[in-house]
């Protein structure tokens, strides 16, 4: 059985970073190891919550698997307790990467073109040089914006655009970069993707459904994570990710009474595990 890490926070309450991803790889049929990056009483959607930072545990806890002989088939990475974070799960990168070990980035800092709670300009430059690790990188387009330091509402408005930015993100890794969010038509939603070896473009498109929903883009990142490690092309780990996101929002629609903080990804589950 492939067996993954996944780096990022535990939101007790909020259906979204290591509380999602888990479910997901699971579901793929993977072994999840997490390491947690902090953790908090809530998702920072949610007014006051409690955080506590785990950067102390990074290196004791990846001593100890490096001790055991434990190696990964993936690593991603995705919502930071904090900007120092980062250059220890480089170093965690490093211990751990092995030919075809790939790297999932999130680069997790704001989404509707503002950064979340607690995050600030200086987090920004930081990622913008770890980005630097990733084999696949998946940005939305706050955080395409934030990593090229242009203005969201300078967001390009057609596919010529998109094109030029998402080559431009790619030379921040030299890998894989797949841009979400992009609406080029009202009902339509789409992610652009581009490998930067090959020069490959992918744009996959479906139907837009009006619902700001958080955790979808850790989903995407997991779905992502999951099917590279499985051995899928980048067009078929592209549409896998977009149908399960959208699978996990129409069963959060179908309940006039769903919870406003996260999508029901529980009752599509099924869906994941038929498909991968
Ligand atoms: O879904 C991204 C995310 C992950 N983790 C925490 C968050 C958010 C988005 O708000 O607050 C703690």
Redesign the pocket.
Known sequence: MKRVLTI??I?CLGK??LTAALPVLSAMGMEAVILPTAI?SA???FKGAYVRDLTEIIEPVTKHWKEQGITFDSLSC??FGSASQMALVKQVFAEFKSDGTRVVIDP?MGDYGRL?TGFDMEFVEQMRSFCREADVLLPNLTEAAYLLGIDYAALPQDRTGYEKLVRELAKLNEGIVVLKGIQLEKDRIGVLACDAHTGEIIFCERDYLDAKL??T??IFAAVCQGAFTRGMGLSEAVELAMDFVLECMKKTLEDKNHRWYGVNFEEALPYLYDRR
Do not use: I, K, R
């Open positions: 990022q926070d939101s979204c970073s908090l998702h920072t959607e995705g919502y997790v979340y958080s955790g883009g850790d």
